[in-house]
Nanobody
Framework: QVQLVESGGGLVQPGGSLRLSCTAS????????MGWYRQAPGKSRELVAT???????NIADSVKGRFTISRANAVNTVYLQMNNLKAEDTAVYYC?????????WGQGTQVTVSS
């Protein structure tokens, strides 16, 4: 069983920045793809960014150029650096880890972009 704990969400003004962190623990046994989804009120869950063990990343077009994903394998942590935030980035952000075809999820962290 894998547990994921997110942190770093909050309220920020448009144009501001936040950095989300997600640390995995439990029966991980290796380095696996990790990433972030988000879900805004009334909308379906949207893939934001992924990073595979080798470091290759995939960023959604809606946030490309503003968001960066990275990882620290030694501490089983993935980060999402969010710059130039916009109101439409407001959502609950969920971290995930994909291990042998089984996905584990964090509890979500709220990001609110508002003046």
């Amino acid at each position: 069983q894998v547990q994921l704990v997110e942190s770093g969400g909050g309220l920020v003004q448009p144009g501001g920045s936040l950095r989300l962190s997600c640390t995995a623990s439990g029966r991980i046994f290796g380095i696996w793809p990790m990433g972030w989804y988000r879900q805004a009120p009334g909308k379906s869950r949207e893939l934001v960014a992924t990073i595979i063990p080798g470091g290759t990343t995939n960023i959604a077009d809606s946030v490309k150029g503003r968001f960066t994903i990275s990882r620290a394998n030694a501490v089983n942590t993935v980060y999402l650096q969010m710059n130039n935030l916009k109101a439409e980035d407001t959502a609950v952000y969920y971290c995930y880890l994909s291990r042998r075809g089984s996905d584990s999820w964090g509890q979500g962290t709220q990001v609110t972009v508002s003046s």
